[in-house]
């Protein structure tokens, strides 16, 4: 539990003086993405694969910034005789620039699967470094991101080992215009502990954006 | 009888004596033959020099001698020669005004009565006006000798009326304005006009015309100079040279191998999935054109908006002068002027 608050006051710090502000700017992205699951244990493993939404949401109050982040889609097996399951999963992140290149993120993120047997449910506390790179004008931005989680539980017995993830993408954005394109790729890993079980989750999203001031 | 044949020598020495004499002095002796109470030699020697050509003699002579010839006329009990003195003499200046002071009542007396009688108009315009818009007016100042009809009007080269300026009685005095318009009110082209003023008489008949030549010349304006156009010295570089593109190859590059490489470092467990592959291109696609524009010469929105401002401000600067251009083309300024009166006596 203390391993759980501790971020927590650190991101109720970050956000006490953003809300003193005006919002600077709001933006949101919607899409869809194409995830593909995969678990690994000692006695076997499954893939799935499927669609999902994705929305994600941002409010920019300088220099933090508040992202939101929720997906919704449903996997089926690839082979064998996995159980489909639906997919659940969003998060909030406080971001801080310290540089126009770099934010640093940090929030709890939940995922969920739910199957007929069962609902398995991750909780992290995650942090975030965010690079971004000009690829044109500042309009064209190449960008990656590392995550690994502070904290993390779940639900299944032997609990969890711990998480880390990454995200490489691209974005599109027409000058003088309020709207983007947004194609990433995402891919994760949370371990259960001793490593009973590995379960990564890949995506491919392309979203459309609009934001302003 | 001896009287007689005396007069007769005595005009007759006068008479080679004057042959020798201007008619200014012969104005003179007749005026002091006057003041003798000489009438017949005042009236022999006024006649003489008023029988001269108009040019031997002049304006203010003429008036003096005929006022003179009228009223040693008058003592020579020749009051209708007195009365046709005065009644040219009217013609010829109606502004006249006999001195009560040098002449008894007998004769002032008749001149009034002749004044009563001779309709004549002297009018008096500035030699040169310039009218150089509304409210600006060509003066005509008409003098009258008696009340009387006239009317002032200003005609074309051909006769015609261009337009009636004053129908109606004159007293004493009449100012009347000439706005250098024509009867529709626009401006008349350059050329020549006359001013003519029109004296009738009791029965509606032309008795005096006099006549002043205009001359008529349109004037524009000065237009304003145009404004001089940006010196080039002035204005910053709009574009920068290109950049080499590397830091979007390179930014593309990095991003591509790490979407390669992402699942073996974060998902060791896993297969990597093949879709990653589709960003990956996406973005190798879009750092080749980034590279390219990048080597592309880089426009500079500063100095393109500080150009853009100046050249703003010299195209307000050049608007307002062609307005105000346009609006002085539009207006019409009349050079008029005056020539010397011609009097036309009888219809």
């Given at each position: 539990m203390t391993r759980l608050a501790a971020p927590l006051v650190l991101l109720l710090l970050a956000a006490r003086p953003a809300a003193a502000q005006l919002p600077r700017y709001v933006g949101v992205d919607v899409g869809v993405s194409s995830a593909s699951f995969q678990s690994t244990a000692p006695g076997g493993g499954e893939k799935l694969s499927g669609f999902a939404g994705v929305g994600h949401w941002r409010i920019v109050l300088r220099p933090v910034s508040i992202d939101v982040a929720y997906t919704q889609g449903r996997l089926s097996a690839d082979t064998g005789s996995a159980v489909p399951r639906a997919l659940v999963d969003g998060s909030v992140f406080a971001t801080y620039r310290p540089v126009p290149w770099l934010a640093l993120k940090a929030g709890p993120h939940v995922r969920a699967f739910a199957a007929t047997g069962g609902t398995e449910r991750w909780m992290l506390w995650e942090g975030r470094a965010h690079a971004d790179a000009p690829?044109?004008?500042?309009e064209w931005q190449a960008y990656g991101e590392l995550w690994v989680a502070l904290a993390s539980s779940v639900?299944?017995?032997?609990g969890s080992g711990g998480a880390r993830g990454a995200e490489a993408g691209l974005t599109l954005k027409l000058p003088q215009s309020p709207v983007w394109a947004r194609l990433a790729y995402a891919v994760d890993q949370m371990r259960l502990r001793n490593d009973a079980r590995t379960e990564s989750l890949q995506s491919v999203a392309l979203t459309f954006g609009f934001g302003g001031r | 009888m001896t009287r007689a044949a005396l007069l007769a020598a005595a005009l007759g020495l006068v008479a080679g004596a004057a042959r020798a004499q201007t008619p200014a002095d012969l104005i003179g002796r007749g005026v002091r033959a006057y003041q003798n109470l000489d009438y017949d030699s005042a009236a022999a020697f006024l006649a003489r020099a008023l029988a001269?050509?108009?040019?031997?003699?002049?304006d203010s002579d003429r008036v003096r001698g005929l006022v003179y010839l009228g009223a040693s006329d008058l003592y020579r009990d020749k009051r209708d020669s007195a009365a046709a003195a005065f009644a040219r003499l009217l013609r010829l200046d109606p502004r006249y005004h006999i001195d009560q002071l040098v002449f008894p009542p007998e004769i002032t007396g008749l001149f009034q009565q002749v004044r009563l009688v001779t309709r004549a108009v002297a009018v008096v315009v500035p030699p040169a006006v310039e009218l150089?818009?509304?409210?600006d007016a060509l003066p005509i100042s008409l003098y009258a000798t008696t009340f009387h009809p006239v009317e002032v009007a200003v005609l074309k080269p051909?006769?015609?009326?261009?337009?009636?300026?004053y129908q109606g009685g004159v007293g004493d005095s009449l100012v009347v304005h000439w706005d250098g318009r024509a009867a529709d009110g626009s401006p008349p082209d350059s050329g020549s006009y006359v001013l003519q003023v029109v004296s009738r008489g009791s029965?509606?008949?032309?008795v005096r015309t006099v006549s002043l030549p205009l001359e008529v010349a349109r004037v524009r304006r000065d237009t304003l100079p145009w404004p001089a156009p940006?010196?080039?010295?002035l204005l910053l570089p709009e574009q920068a040279p290109g950049r080499s593109g590397m830091r979007a190859l390179g930014a593309g590059f990095a991003t591509v191998l790490a979407i390669a490489v992402l699942p073996s470092l974060v998902a060791s467990s896993a297969s990597a999935s093949a879709n990653r592959f589709v960003v990956a291109g996406g973005i190798s696609i879009a750092a080749i054109l980034g590279f390219r524009g990048e080597r592309r010469p880089q426009p500079i929105d500063a100095n393109i908006a500080a150009n853009r401002a100046l050249q703003d401000t010299w195209q307000r600067q050049a608007d307002s002068v062609h307005a105000v251009n346009v609006t002085r083309g539009r207006e019409v300024r009349l050079r008029i002027r005056t020539g010397a009166a011609q009097v036309t006596e009888g219809p």
């Open positions: 690829l044109l004008d500042g639900n299944v017995t032997p | 001269k050509p108009d040019s031997a003699l002049g150089r818009g509304a409210g051909d006769g015609s009326s261009l337009r009636t300026l029965d509606g008949r032309v940006v010196a080039d010295s």
